[in-house]
Nanobody, 129 residues
Framework: QLRLVESGGGLVQPGGSLRLSCAAS????????LGWFRQAPGKEREGVSC????????NYADSVKGRFTISRDNAKNTVYLQMDSLKPEDTAVYYC??????????????????????WGQGTQVTVSS
């Protein structure tokens, strides 16, 4: 059973940076497509970014494109989300998620919550001066 644990959240000023990490245990992340999601108070959970098993394709929500970078280190069983130029509207609980897939290489990945069946507990990111 795959278990995901996020870390790296916190309070940061607008324009600042944070790097979120999501460490996996119980299974190797190499078998999974991975995503980062976020949920602000009173809003639905939204897909921020995703990355295929090989790491060779990534996708981002328009709201974070050019500011956030997803990456994975299969050897360390960890996925990361580098967040730069943070804005107050990025404030949310951030979740990593995974689903097992046959496809190691493909030219798309999913940012929809229904595709994912393993979730971390979330880490709070607050952007405020």
């Amino acid at each position: 059973q795959l278990r995901l644990v996020e870390s790296g959240g916190g309070l940061v000023q607008p324009g600042g940076s944070l790097r979120l990490s999501c460490a996996a245990s119980g299974s190797t992340l190499d078998d999974y497509e991975l995503g980062w999601f976020r949920q602000a108070p009173g809003k639905e959970r939204e897909g921020v970014s995703c990355i295929i098993r090989s790491g060779g394709y990534t996708n981002y929500a328009d709201s974070v494109k050019g500011r956030f970078t997803i990456s994975r280190d299969n050897a360390k069983n960890t996925v990361y989300l580098q967040m730069d130029s943070l804005k107050p509207e990025d404030t949310a609980v951030y979740y990593c998620a995974a689903f097992s897939t046959y496809y190691y290489y493909r030219y798309t990945c999913s940012r929809t919550t229904n595709a994912y069946n393993y979730w971390g507990q979330g880490t709070q990111v607050t952007v405020s001066s």
